[in-house]
């Protein structure tokens, strides 16, 4: 019982409260230092220079996207790289962001470092964001794009048809509108389903 006792005086000394007040200072200044650092370098990774500091995506995906709508348009209103492929969500950033350390390993084995190696995984890489987009119903297209707010006067009767179609169908947008952003190689994946068809009968 002395002993306890002799403990409990030694642990609420002044020195040792000093002690433990200057831990748990350090404690959480250590700890908005890095949870200030992680997310400063996880906004740093969404930029347009990070997305494009390598030459597979800058000589290839970004250069073709300069053509579309989203690069250039009358509203001045431009998408960039992370506004397409990364959630606006911090979870599902950070999810997007494991998954991108793939992309890291592939990079250092220059699996696309030619633009004749790029065109070859092409639909491949392509394949894997409509699935990702089909998955998560097109989520963010739809940070920018809202069904409900789309003018039936401003729009074509055949694209205000298809919208309300895919409304009542369950479609998302990429259903629809791949090779929107980029080369359309959805038509790739047309020949590939035929190809396939004409193996299995």
Known sequence: MQTIKRLWRAFWSPAARISLGALIIIGMVSGIILWGGFNWAMELSNTEQFC???HE???NVFEESKQFVHYSNRSGVRATCSDCHV???WTGKVIRKIKASREVYHKI???ID???KFEAHRLELAQRVWDTMESNDS???RNCHQEEYMSEDAQKRRAWTQHESAKETGETCIDCHKGIAHKAVHEETEEVIEEDLDFTF
Do not use: Q
């Open 139 to 141: 989520r963010e297209c």
């Open 52 to 54: 494009t500091s390598c």
């Open 109 to 111: 084995l220059g699996t």
């Open 87 to 89: 959630p606006k969500d």
């Open 114 to 116: 030619t633009p004749e």
């Open 57 to 59: 995506m800058r000589d």
